[in-house]
């Protein structure tokens, strides 16, 4: 089309790999023609979220026509006296996604370089590179766990930022708290250090908070609503930094009002009712040890995870086992990053889910 041809496009922009996401749960019922779906592609809660945050929405309390407060501050005063990190060191977004974003807009210009691990989450190398950084990715040793060597040695040349998802995403693997203490050690004040903890709810092992204190180092801990808390329609999400400076910036890269009202009042609802996300990361976890052992039984690997899904490596393509799962109602996510073609990550869904995956798993890989 000839007005086309007068755009011009950032070219930085046009070439962006796109976000591998989930298959929405109508299309799925569309192109399956099942009412019943599994929906095992998302990481998200399978269980919904706390009904206090649903009575909210029922209630006069929460009133649509007002702009939100642009500071998040009953949100960010919740979650300073759940974390213990002080108010003005805590950003809040539209879902953590969008601090991904923000950090990678902050601190990283063109010809900048950033470092993570593969497979990874799209999102650690996308925003870097639409900021016009190169992103140097360190695979995930044979047995899919961290590569903490070559890890070390690649934070030797100072990337400029550090994206490092703990527990994993896709694979599921979480560092201790000393191999997290080495990747600390061997990151220079030159290298912004984030830590994405989206399934910090579903493990004990780190905590990446402790390591906001540390002289030397800069320091940005992820946390979000998405996952243990069932809030992810509602995008909200949060950043714990090192100082106020580095808050600072990660707001001015950010728009004024992107966390809406209902996110704001949900998520502090949701964060004040522990134990409701306790029971349900309870049960999720208890399934997964279930359901990984059943694949195993299969003769598939799956990856040992400390998160709400588990990475399984499949005899044929993961987008074939995948299109077939999905004509029984199951939506899973083959993974698409080079070299990872025959693996898939399936989240824990409940207990009639996790069997519906099951039970079709079996009959789509039995020769
Ligand atoms: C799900 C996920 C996020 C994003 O969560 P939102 O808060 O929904 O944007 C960030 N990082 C990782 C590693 C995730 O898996």
């Not at 019943?36 to 029922?58: D, H, T, W």
């Not at 016009?132 to 070390?152: C, H, R, S, Y």
């Not at 709810?201 to 979000?224: A, H, M, Y």
């Not at 409701?276 to 359901?291: D, F, L, N, Y």
Request: aromatic share 8%; with cysteine.
């Amino acid at each position: 089309m000839e007005s086309d041809v007068k755009l011009a496009p950032n070219p930085a922009i046009a070439d962006l790999p796109l976000y591998n996401a989930g298959m929405n749960i109508e299309f799925a019922r569309k192109v399956s023609g099942r009412s019943q779906i599994a929906a095992l592609a998302s990481n998200e809660n399978p269980y919904g979220c706390s009904p206090k945050v649903r009575a909210m929405f029922a209630s006069d309390l929460f009133d649509p026509s007002r702009y939100p407060d642009p500071g998040c501050t009953a949100l960010r005063e919740a979650i300073s006296a759940r974390t213990n990190v002080a108010l003005e060191n805590i950003v809040v977004g539209n879902g953590s996604e969008e601090i991904v974003a923000a950090i990678s807009r902050a601190y990283l210009v063109t010809g900048s370089r950033a470092l993570t691990v593969t497979p990874s989450f799209g999102l650690h190398e996308i925003d870097p590179i639409a900021a016009g950084a190169t992103v140097t990715k360190i695979p995930m040793t044979q047995d899919m766990e961290f590569d903490i060597a070559a890890l070390e040695v690649a934070l030797a040349a100072k990337p400029a930022v550090f994206f490092l998802p703990t527990p994993s995403n896709p694979v599921g693997c979480t560092l201790g708290m000393l191999q997290l203490e080495r990747l600390a050690a061997a990151t220079s004040p030159e290298t912004l250090f984030v830590i994405d903890e989206a399934y910090f709810e579903f493990q004990n092992e780190v905590d990446g908070t402790r390591f906001l204190g540390r002289s030397g180092l800069n320091c940005v801990v992820l946390r979000t609503f998405s996952k243990a808390y069932g809030l992810a329609g509602l995008r909200v999400g949060y950043g714990l930094c090192s100082n106020a400076g580095i808050a600072d910036m990660l707001k001015r890269a950010k728009p004024p009002f992107d966390v809406n009202s209902a996110a704001q009042m949900a998520a502090t609802i949701a964060l004040g009712d522990q134990e409701w996300m306790e029971a349900s990361v309870a049960k999720i976890t208890a399934e997964r040890q279930r359901v990984a052992l059943q694949v195993t039984d299969l003769g598939l690997f799956a990856a040992p995870s400390s998160a709400n899904f588990i990475f399984v490596r499949t005899p044929k393509p993961g987008y074939e086992v995948a299109q077939a799962l999905l004509m029984n109602g199951v939506v899973v996510k083959p993974w698409k990053e080079a070299g990872f073609d025959n693996w898939l990550r399936v989240s824990i869904g409940t207990d009639v889910e996790n069997d519906m995956f099951l039970t079709a798993l079996k009959e789509v890989i039995t020769p």
